[in-house]
């Protein structure tokens, strides 16, 4: 698997499992990408590596993936995804029992999604970070942005009546992942203390409220 230019998107790389068990297949090796990740991290995922632990050849490696970059690209693609099945899991329960969701509510629940995993984690985030392409494609992820604002709304109580533009989603989503990823990539910051996913609730909260302030007061630019 010689490294070529990533491209913009995974289904351009992957060739999508159309069948069960092809399906079981590529779910397999990513499984196995991400136990060599968390074992050995970015410098031990090396092909064979990845052939071995998944007992598949690279031959079959190949008929599913372009290159090593596209595995890594689809473990970034399927975090996101995870992320977001597990926040509409969550919230679609409390919201079925009548339990009141609130910020801290999403903030702890991202945490405990890059908690797990940690080491692999970093290295997948390392492995993003460094490429201007797949960047690119996470921030146009705009769900969690939205999600944090619709519920910051509902958290202190304010009335905000539209969606937010696609640079405010853009700007609250990035700074939120932005703070939560560097904080585990660097080691910069306790991830599992109290004062830290208080910090990144008072982030969403103090943002928030500033659009909803100004948009009382007729401020909020139009367009984009």
């Known amino acids: ?65 372009e290159n090593i970059d596209a595995v890594m690209l689809a473990l970034v693609e399927l975090e996101n995804e995870r992320q977001r099945q597990t926040l509409l899991a969550e919230f679609s329960d409390l919201a079925a029992r009548g339990v009141a969701q609130s910020t801290r509510d999403v903030v702890g629940l991202m945490l405990a999604a890059f908690s797990q995993r940690r080491v692999a984690q970093k290295a997948i985030i390392e492995w993003a970070l460094s490429r201007r392409d797949v960047r690119a494609i996470d921030g146009r992820n705009t769900f969690l942005g939205q999600m944090l604002a619709s519920v910051s709304v509902r958290s202190q109580g304010l009335k905000f009546d539209r969606l937010l533009s696609p640079t405010e989603m853009f700007v609250l989503s990035r700074a939120f992942l932005g703070a939560l990823r560097t904080a585990i990539w660097n080691d910069e910051a306790d991830t599992a203390s109290p004062q830290f996913a208080q910090a990144l609730t008072d982030l969403v909260d103090g943002y928030v409220h500033q659009l909803v302030k100004r948009e009382s007061a007729g401020k909020v630019p139009n367009g984009t």
């Open 1 to 65: 698997m010689a490294r070529k230019a990533v491209k913009t998107s995974i289904k351009s790389i992957v060739r999508a499992p159309k069948q069960d068990r092809a399906r079981v297949t590529v779910e397999a090796i990513l499984e196995s990408a991400v136990q060599i990740l968390e074992s050995d991290g970015i410098a031990g995922f090396k092909v064979a590596a990845l052939a071995e632990r998944s007992g598949y050849s690279v031959g079959t490696l190949y008929q599913y993936f």
